[in-house]
T-cell receptor, first 115, second 111 residues
Framework: DADVTQTPRNRITKTGKRIMLECSQT?????MYWYRQDPGLGLRLIYY???????NKGEISDGYSVSRQAQAKFSLSLESAIPNQTALYFC??????????????FGEGSRLTVL | KNQVEQSPQSLIILEGKNCTLQ??????????LRWYKQDTGRGPVSLTI?????NTKSNGRYTATLDADTKQSSLHITASQLSDSASYIC??????????FGTGTQLKVEL
């Protein structure tokens, strides 16, 4: 089983619908992240959490919200999906014990299409 | 604004050949620079990490180099295999700021 699991892996939805992407991890890491990947653009940070009670906006948080339900679970919500949110979404974790050299461990991605 | 630019955007090589991917950055100073490999349909996986004081780091057939004077890093792949077909992403970690990702080089290895 993967250390970082994302569900669903693929989702097609319509404009205006609410969508939740879920992420769970078995690595025991405190830090979790949501990234978005678009063709021709680098990975961009949406939200991140360093602790169960800690939520921080990334560079492109507008239109998204997150919930850190437990150390191992971090979900991303689109309250009212729009077509330009069509993208590949990645959840990632890192170990704060590695400090600034911390490696990111990614899930396998959730491909979202908004029609 | 911190930037990380990678070249070429895409590359096709024959199996067994060597290749070099480039990463130019404007982030300075920085804590470390990583290269990730992203297979199609999968999440990125770390290949190498170098701090600002290191010049080279190897991981099997993958060798990363870093020139802090020219702000360039390269990833050299030796004796390429079909399984090397992937996107390779350069990631710079500035002190006190968020990670900065390059847009990646898409490598295809053909028979």
């Amino acid at each position: 089983d993967a250390d970082v699991t994302q569900t669903p892996r693929n989702r097609i939805t319509k404009t205006g619908k609410r969508i939740m992407l879920e992420c769970s991890q078995t690595k025991g890491h405190d830090r979790m992240y949501w990234y978005r990947q678009d063709p021709g653009l680098g990975l961009r940070l949406i939200y991140y959490s360093f602790d169960v009670k800690d939520i921080n906006k990334g560079e492109i948080s507008d239109g998204y919200s997150v919930s850190r339900q437990a150390q191992a679970k971090f979900s991303l919500s689109l309250e009212s999906a729009i077509p330009n949110q069509t993208a590949l979404y990645f959840c990632a974790t890192s170990d704060p014990g590695q400090g600034r050299t911390g490696e990111l461990f990614f899930g396998e991605g959730s491909r979202l299409t908004v029609l | 604004k911190n930037q990380v630019e990678q070249s070429p955007q895409s590359l096709i090589i024959l199996e067994g050949k060597n290749c070099t991917l480039q990463c130019n950055y404007t982030v300075s100073p920085f804590s470390n620079l990583r290269w990730y490999k992203q297979d199609t349909g999968r999440g990125p996986v770390s290949l190498t990490i170098m701090t600002f004081s290191e010049n080279t780091k190897s991981n099997g057939r993958y060798t990363a180099t870093l020139d802090a004077d020219t702000k360039q890093s390269s990833l050299h792949i030796t004796a390429s295999q079909l399984s090397d077909s992937a996107s390779y992403i350069c990631v710079v970690s500035p002190f006190g700021n968020k990670l900065t990702f390059g847009t990646g080089t898409q490598l295809k290895v053909e028979l």
